[in-house]
């Protein structure tokens, strides 16, 4: 059943303008843009935390390498060797070990102070003067016997301890025969070794566990978690976790993240969206009301007035006074029913008003027989009296109202009576130019009996002596009827007035149906017939031929003429 109401209509347009990109927006935002934003964010998360894992991994990898360049380089060594074979004195030996120590490691961000001993005289301790005095000291008063005791068990391995919280990395120093002789010690610069682990903790505001080889979170065991990212459901955080083993370190490390920091913004952008929604109802509660109340309700009156005119009611006018287009829609349409009812009892009483003149014409129309017999009488009295010259002029002022009068109703006639109103025409016009004036007919046998619309060349005769020869004081007219193709051509040139721009002017407008202050009345009274009886297939025109002359041109088809009207019974 096809809904008609207009209301029902833009409640069900509003509604599924407001359910269908909701539901469509809430599948999309539900299945794939918060899935995708998910993985993103967590994808993100895990590339942060691999990156941050390679670059600390390099700075250990770094840490180590300078530490075993002590032992390849030999320098260091061979100064505890030396020392230990008492080939080398105390002063000697720190003079050797503090110049090694200070070009190889005071500069390296990586480590806060560098130190060795022999190995036959451990508190013989040698460390970098130029930035490492305050760690050494802290080193040597708390740490170093515990290094010391370590190296016993150390072999060619190095090793992260941690004293508080510093670290160190340590380091037995042996020569070519495998032979121990001493021990390197470097203070480890937390700050710059885990400093990509640092950044990601402050980028994600995560809390960062790390172990490195026994120092740090010890009490954590790494290799029991699982690696990468992991949801705990139970818990508020997430966690990421890092693990690498080494022969000379065990790296591990746990980012924890509040999952409100992770997915906040999804949680966010989720409210708001909903709250949109939500806050979609009362607006498109507001925009119904607004379109019931300014459109539909309007047209619901527009609809009943016009059944209540339909019905017979007329005048009848709507309240409708607003400033938009419904506004002057509902002022026009009372306005157009108050016309409307007036111009019908105008129209009623003039009605009455031209039956009564009808009845009073009829009564006192001469019969046009009595005209044609007083013509006729008068002719024959100038005949028997010997005026050729007046019976001519009754003869041809006959035949024009014979025309004019269009006798018996006729509206289309054969071209031969058109032939005999364009002589009689002739014969009036050449009494009144005499020799200043010269006329031709020509018309074609074979298109005689076409039929053409009643006073159709008559008033292009009329129009060529106004316009042309009268302006010019005489000339000549040339009429030619002949038959082109399916149709009759009629032609009527003047060799009068030229044309002019304002005549042209003149002339267009009449045949487009506007005589422009009643110039050309006969040309536009000519084109409105025959487009009234042929539609667009006759054609008129006029314009000037090759020897100066007005030539007015009219082609009407044959064969499709319209029917001869028959006589108005009596």
Request: proline letters at 3%.
């Amino acid at each position: 059943m096809r809904v008609k109401s207009i209301r029902f209509q833009i409640l069900a347009i509003v509604l599924v303008c407001y359910l269908a990109p909701t539901l469509l927006l809430g599948q999309y935002m539900g299945v794939v843009f918060f899935t995708d934003l998910r993985e993103k964010t967590e994808a993100a998360l895990s590339s942060g935390a691999e990156h941050a894992r390679t670059m600390t991994l390099q700075n250990v990898e770094r840490a180590i390498t300078l530490t075993k360049d002590a032992t390849y380089d030999g320098e260091l060594t061979s100064a505890c060797a030396a020392y230990n074979a008492s080939s080398l004195s105390d002063t000697g030996f720190l003079r050797a070990a503090r110049s090694y120590v200070e070009r190889k490691y005071s500069r390296e961000r990586l480590f806060t102070f560098a130190a060795c001993f022999p190995l036959s005289n451990p508190s013989l301790l040698v460390y970098s003067r130029s930035s490492g005095y305050e760690q050494a000291l802290t080193y040597q008063q708390g740490v170093h016997a515990r290094v010391a005791a370590l190296g016993e068990t150390l072999d060619t391995r190095c090793l992260f301890i941690q004293a508080g919280d510093a670290v160190y990395l340590v380091r037995n120093l042996y020569n070519l025969r495998l032979e121990r002789e001493g021990m390197l010690v470097l203070g480890v610069n937390r700050t710059a070794m885990l400093e990509p682990l640092d950044e990601l903790a402050r980028a994600w505001d995560a809390q960062i566990d790390v172990r490195l080889g026994e120092s740090g979170a010890a009490d954590i065991d790494f290799e029991a978690l699982p690696l990468g990212l992991s949801d705990v459901e139970k818990t508020d955080d997430i966690t990421y976790t890092m693990l690498a083993r080494d022969r000379d370190y065990l790296f591990g490390a746990r980012m924890r993240v509040s999952k409100e920091r992770v997915y906040g913004e999804m949680r966010a952008f989720r409210s708001m969206m909903t709250g949109l929604f939500l806050l979609l109802v009362p607006v498109m509660a507001l925009i119904v009301w607004y379109v019931n109340r300014r459109i539909v309700r309007p047209i619901t009156m527009l609809s009943d007035a016009s059944r209540r005119i339909e019905a017979g009611e007329l005048g009848v006018t709507v309240p409708m006074h607003g400033g938009d287009e419904l506004g002057d829609l509902g002022r026009a349409f009372s306005n157009m029913s108050t016309r409307i009812a007036n111009l019908i009892d105008k129209t009623y009483k003039e009605e009455i008003a031209l039956r009564d003149a009808r009845i009073q014409a009829m009564q006192s129309r001469i019969n046009p027989h009595f005209i044609n017999n007083a013509l006729e009488s008068i002719n024959w009295q100038a005949r028997i009296e010997g005026s050729e010259t007046i019976s001519a002029m009754v003869e041809s002022l006959s035949v024009l109202l014979n025309a004019s009068m269009a006798r018996g109703n006729r509206r289309m006639v054969p071209l031969s009576e058109e032939a005999e109103v364009v002589r009689a025409y002739f014969y009036f016009i050449r009494l009144r130019f005499g020799d200043r004036l010269t006329v031709e007919a020509s018309f074609d046998e074979q298109a005689m009996d076409a039929v053409v619309p009643l006073m159709t060349i008559q008033p292009l005769l009329e129009n060529a002596v106004e316009h042309g020869i009268a302006p010019a004081g005489g000339g000549e007219i040339l009429v030619y009827c002949r038959r082109q193709g399916e149709g009759l051509l009629i032609e009527v040139a003047n060799g009068g007035k030229p044309l002019d721009q304002s005549d042209r002017m003149r002339i267009d407008a009449a045949l487009s149906g506007d005589s422009q202050g009643g110039h050309h009345l006969g040309l536009s009274n000519i084109a409105s017939r025959l487009r009234l009886i042929y539609g667009g297939r006759a054609r008129i025109g006029v314009a000037q031929d090759a020897r100066g002359r007005t030539v007015a041109r009219l082609l009407l088809p044959l064969g499709q003429e319209a029917a001869q009207e028959k006589p108005e019974e009596k």
